[in-house]
């Protein structure tokens, strides 16, 4: 029975920390004091756009063609056991 009670208490506070924790988590930052245009903050490192979306297309084009080439192979092997099984039945 304390066993059960315990079990349960520990699920309990393991669900509460599971929901709380993302929720403290989004609280916004603190606000600025005053306005401050883009041009006066310090530069950021970035990514260049291109690089990566030459990469993201180029995998996209890289996964299309092997799938089709798997479903031409897979094709091939079921027409070429369709026609084994043609000639079986037709030599009985």
């Not at 310090?42 to 756009?49: D, L, R, V």
């Amino acid at each position: 029975m304390i066993r059960r009670a315990l079990l349960a208490a520990s699920t309990l506070v393991f669900t509460l920390a599971l929901t709380a924790l993302p929720a403290l988590a989004l609280q916004p930052p603190t606000a600025q004091g005053e306005f401050v245009p883009a041009k006066d903050l310090p530069p950021t490192e970035s990514i260049p756009a291109a690089t990566l979306l030459v990469a993201a297309y180029a995998f996209i084009w890289v996964a299309a063609i092997v799938y089709l080439f798997s479903i031409w192979r897979r094709l091939n092997r079921v027409e070429a056991e369709m026609h084994a099984l043609a000639r079986k039945t037709s030599q009985r």
